[in-house]
């Protein structure tokens, strides 16, 4: 689903918290493309690198120097020191020089000797070295020379992205790594993000900006106070920034890099003397890509033909606007072919209905090419699936990483009758419904979870505006299972269960399941009755809806199983925990103290009914009491009541937002304490004497 055309400055960002294409790549590796890239490595790390007596550099010695504060126990190293130096050309040339020095602490920090930098047809490696300056004996240099080049995403049927891989020896607890390179780009807009915050404590990072004559520039400080800079020469600054926390993991936190300080940089040619964008606002950028996807958008005969034979039978628009969808998103693989500008630049409307394939971008050009052949207008919405990463104070092409579309309705269209949930009021544009062609498992009317309240740029041939993104309701993410269930006298809880979904937990089932054949998704289920039940045996099984189509079906999922030992005996009584499946404690808080708001996937309304008929001779002794606890954000209710001889026990769950801010957690921890209890408590019967 994520497309690669940002990754040239930030996708490494998200592996390794490093600046600007450096990966330590085995710090954070997440995905397919990471695993793959990873595993091209293995062998390559595993014939280690030349060592060579060093010329240490001044800068790497005097940061080894540094005195340091007192860290927490588990902190696996340190950045001494880090550096960047970006130097601006009259034509817009850029050469930037990074520079990083770094204190292992832990074992678990020599995976940060294993350093690859990142380059392209548009970005040229000029320079590279590493050195370690171990605690007792010499110093250690790794030469260019010895690095190792490999390509980096393995989702992209071809794209000019490598790197220089570069294992810098004896990178051990105590000891001090440093690598050094010189990268010379000639960039698609001129902007630039000095990201000095990462996963890992910062000692002293500095960025130096070096412009040509009557060149000017303005900064955007992102969660961090602003600094003003000093003078580093002729129309140059410096900026410095000293013991900058990590970021630290914690649960259900937002996005790292939303959190992170940054400062971002946007250059201004006078009289528009470089080739590059300038991109000073929203509207810049977002004329920027209007221009850059101009040509994209033009429909061949092939295109109307496959149009005309798409909406036949489709009278209505919004019948119209769901027959192309469901051909873009089903029919259309994901496959990116990305080679410099074409990581920002869609690919033209033929090729990808010709090709079959294509990324995000493609994918959403497609489909507005064939909307527009239906007589319905739609535009692109640039947005990052991480959200809370592109700040609206910092107009930038560089943070997105995904393409969907708003497509504008007809008047006629009434969205209450459609299903169409994902809706936006733009002052010129009127209703628009914004769409995920890229997503199999969310269909129109919806909207994946992470772009829900997340911020996109609307692009229209004028220019672009940030709008931010609607959060469904509550009620659109539903969850509802239904239980009926009897006690055996020997306590085995024996029935059946039906649930059935709808919005985000329909989408998690869908990822989970499609393309698992029967036997995985079976044993899926049986994960998850493993977490609740012991010695289970799972009786049947069946799944409907799981595809995608055009009648809107939820995915329903039934099930049958017997569990011995359930009920639990107690000299003649017999304990029976009413809440049998699934847990709302959804927040799991250490006693550590947290540092950042809690994250929630999306609104949800679950919901459950469960009966549970009582084995005779048996009497009911006591009840669990109704609960009710309301966290602002959340509610929860549950009531348990004997109907002659069942049990029936009902339980509501509602998330109404997607982030809590910091100064709500300790509300938030007693809601999720005061669920765990409820969970738990159980229903007493009592054996009655025989007669």
């Known amino acids: 689903m994520q497309p690669k055309w940002f990754s040239k400055l930030l996708r490494l960002h998200r592996r390794a918290g490093t600046n600007c294409g450096t990966a330590r790549l085995a710090v954070t590796d997440h995905g397919r493309d990471a695993r793959a890239t990873f595993a091209r490595l293995v062998l390559i790390f595993a014939m280690g690198a030349a060592l060579a007596s060093a010329a240490t550099p001044d800068w790497l010695r005097t940061a080894a120097q540094s005195s340091l504060p ?105 000891n001090i790594i440093g690598y050094e390179y010189e990268r010379k780009r000639r960039p698609f807009v001129l902007q630039d993000t000095w990201d000095f915050q990462e996963q890992l404590p910062v000692r002293r990072a500095r960025f130096e900006l070096h412009l040509p004559s009557n060149w000017e520039y303005d900064s955007f400080w992102l969660s961090h106070p602003a600094q003003k800079p000093s003078s580093a020469g002729s129309n140059a600054w410096a900026w410095e920034v000293e013991d900058v926390p990590a970021i630290q993991q914690e649960p259900e936190m937002p996005a790292w890099r939303s959190l992170a300080g940054r400062l971002g940089i946007t250059y201004f040619a006078p009289n528009g003397a470089a080739d590059s964008a300038k991109l000073g606002s929203w509207q810049d950028v977002g004329r920027w890509y209007a221009q850059l996807a101009a040509q994209s958008r033009q429909p061949s005969l092939e295109i109307k033909q496959k149009v005309a034979e798409l909406t036949a039978k489709s009278a209505a628009p919004i019948d119209k606007i769901r027959a192309l969808a469901k051909f873009v998103q089903r029919d259309i693989r994901y496959v990116a072919i990305e080679i410099g500008i074409g990581g920002f630049r869609p690919h033209e409307a033929q090729d990808i209905f010709s090709n079959h394939y294509g990324d995000c971008k493609d994918k959403a050009t497609l489909l507005s090419t064939m909307l527009a052949q239906a007589g319905i207008q739609s535009y692109y919405v640039l947005v990052n699936v991480d959200r809370g990463v592109v700040a609206p104070d910092f107009p930038t092409a560089t943070e997105f990483d995904h393409v969907i579309l708003a497509i504008q309705l007809p008047e006629d269209v009434d969205p209450n009758s459609g299903a169409l949930y994902a809706l936006g009021q733009d002052p010129k544009l009127g209703r628009v419904l914004f769409f995920d062609p890229t997503d199999p498992y969310v269909p129109l009317g919806y909207l994946p979870s992470a772009l829900q309240a997340n911020e996109g740029l609307l692009v229209t041939d004028n220019g672009g505006q940030l709008v931010k993104l609607p959060l469904l309701s509550p009620s659109l993410n539903r969850l509802i299972r239904s239980a009926k269930l009897s006690i055996t ?13 709808w919005g985000q937990p329909a989408a998690e089932l869908r990822a989970r399941l499609l393309g698992l054949p029967d036997a995985e998704r079976r044993k899926a289920t049986e994960e998850f009755l493993s977490s609740f039940l012991g010695g289970f045996t799972l009786l049947g099984y069946k799944v409907d809806g799981l595809e995608l189509d055009a009648s809107g079906s939820n995915p329903v999922l039934t099930y049958r199983f017997a569990a011995t030992g359930y009920a639990q005996q107690a000299g003649d009584l017999l304990l029976i925990r009413p809440r049998v499946l699934g847990s709302k404690e959804e927040m799991r808080f250490d006693k550590k103290d947290r540092q950042y ?85 159980s229903a007493i019967l009592k054996k009655q004497q025989a007669q």
Not at 489 to 501: A, F, H, K, W, Y
Not at 609 to 637: H, N, S, W
């Open 70 to 174: 007192k860290y927490p126990d588990d902190t696996k190293a340190v950045v001494l020191f880090s550096e960047q130096i970006t130097t601006v050309a009259n034509n817009g040339d850029i050469k930037t020089r990074y520079r990083e020095a770094i204190k292992i602490l832990r074992a678990e920090g020599r995976e940060l000797g294993n350093v690859a930098v990142s380059f392209d047809k548009e970005t040229r490696l000029t320079y590279l070295k590493g050195w370690c300056v171990p605690e007792s004996g010499k110093d250690y240099e790794v030469k260019e020379k010895d690095a190792v080049e490999v390509g980096l995403f393995a989702e992209a049927l071809y794209d000019d992205d490598k790197a220089k891989v570069i294992k810098i020896p004896a990178s051990e607890p105590g």
């Open 489 to 501: 006298p020997d306590g085995t809880l024996l029935g059946d269960v039906v649930e059935i979904r």
């Open 597 to 681: 708001p809690v994250a929630f996937p999306a609104a949800t309304l679950q919901s459950d009914v469960v009966e549970i008929r009582l084995p005779q001779g048996y009497k009911l002794d006591g009840l669990p009491q109704p609960a009710a606890f309301d966290a602002g954000i959340a509610d929860y209710k549950s009531k348990v009541e004997l109907n002659g001889d069942t049990l029936r026990y009902t339980r509501m769950y509602e998330v109404k937002d997607v982030l809590l801010p910091k100064d709500r957690l300790p509300q938030l921890k007693d809601f999720y304490r005061k669920i765990a209890v409820d969970e738990n408590m």
